[in-house]
């Protein structure tokens, strides 16, 4: 089966904190990729979802102050499956249970830089925690029991001079990566600033999009191709009747531009 044609990487400039469109970011600076998830469906954390990340976090690990863009690509599961993207880094999943009935937020190693400095509960000494004192080897991937009881979910992990994440459940956590951090200040730009250090790139958007229904305008076998693939993809009932549908919408927009 072939896949949809959409963007499956976002850009990031790091020098201004932004996401970006294009490549290229208004300040001269070239960008980094950043591979989003099938289906590659990437929006801006609204109101609600700040307040529910920062409330997670703060139910986990104390008041963790997160930057105000913070972008929600969605994925497969159950019910609700966001990956939480936070200065272009994977930050963790946000998801919801929906026989529970309630969201939870598991961080990913990439987001305690963000976290470690603030956080004032949610960390395990996995030495001083679990029976991982005697082990030698690998710790990433390991499964141990803790000496006592903590609640099921996600926790910071602390080994010596590296960090991680892990997963508490029954007695056990699992360690996943352990890697060294170190704390970092970046900008924080507001979403005035992510559209205009993107305009550029909105304005060949625009161009292109132009273009493209002036060339295809009144063209009705155009219109009766696009709704037939359509209701092949969608199953759904093909209209190209004036006003609703296909040609309906070429023709509001041709009104538009004429």
């Given at each position: 089966?072939?896949e949809?044609?959409v963007?499956?990487?976002l850009?990031?400039?790091d ?9 290229t ?11 989003l998830q ?7 954390a ?6 529910l ?9 104390g008041e963790?102050p ?6 929600l690509?969605?994925t497969?599961?159950i019910?609700?499956?966001?990956l939480?993207i936070?200065h272009g ?8 249970d929906?026989?529970a009935r ?7 190693p990439?987001?305690l830089?963000q ?6 509960r949610?960390i395990?000494d ?6 991982a ?14 000496t006592?009881p903590?609640?099921?979910g996600t926790?910071i992990?602390?080994?010596?001079d ?6 508490v459940r ?5 360690v996943?990566k352990l890697?060294?951090?170190e704390?970092?200040s970046?900008?924080?730009?507001g ?10 790139h909105l304005?060949?958007l625009?161009r ?7 060339k ?6 155009v ?5 037939l693939?359509?209701q092949r993809q969608?199953?759904h ?7 609703g549908?296909?040609e309906?919408?070429l023709?509001q927009?041709r009104d538009?531009t004429t």
């Amino acid at each position: 089966m072939r896949e949809p044609a959409v963007k499956k990487i976002l850009y990031w400039c790091d020098r201004c904190n932004i996401p970006l469109i294009g490549r290229t970011c208004a300040c001269g600076a070239r960008s980094r990729e950043v591979r989003l998830q099938q289906p590659y469906d990437l929006r801006p954390a609204l109101a609600a979802d700040m307040t529910l990340i920062r409330s997670l976090l703060a139910e986990q690990f104390g008041e963790i102050p997160i930057p105000e863009v913070v972008l929600l690509n969605k994925t497969g599961g159950i019910d609700r499956t966001d990956l939480v993207i936070v200065h272009g880094d994977r930050f963790g999943w946000l998801t919801f249970d929906p026989i529970a009935r309630k969201s939870s937020l598991d961080i990913t190693p990439e987001a305690l830089p963000q976290i470690l400095p603030y956080a004032e509960r949610g960390i395990l000494d996995l030495e001083a925690g679990t029976d991982a004192g005697s082990h030698e080897g690998r710790i990433g991937g390991k499964r141990f029991s803790l000496t006592s009881p903590l609640p099921d979910g996600t926790v910071i992990i602390s080994y010596r001079d590296l960090f991680g994440t892990g997963i508490v459940r029954d007695g056990m956590v699992r360690v996943r990566k352990l890697i060294p951090v170190e704390p970092r200040s970046r900008p924080n730009p507001g979403w005035d600033e992510v559209i205009e250090k993107n305009q550029y790139h909105l304005k060949n958007l625009e161009r292109s999009a132009v273009r493209t229904i002036r060339k295809y305008m009144g063209d009705s076998a155009v219109c009766e191709r696009i709704i037939l693939r359509r209701q092949r993809q969608h199953r759904h009932p093909p209209s190209c009747a004036p006003g609703g549908g296909g040609e309906g919408i070429l023709h509001q927009l041709r009104d538009r531009t004429t």
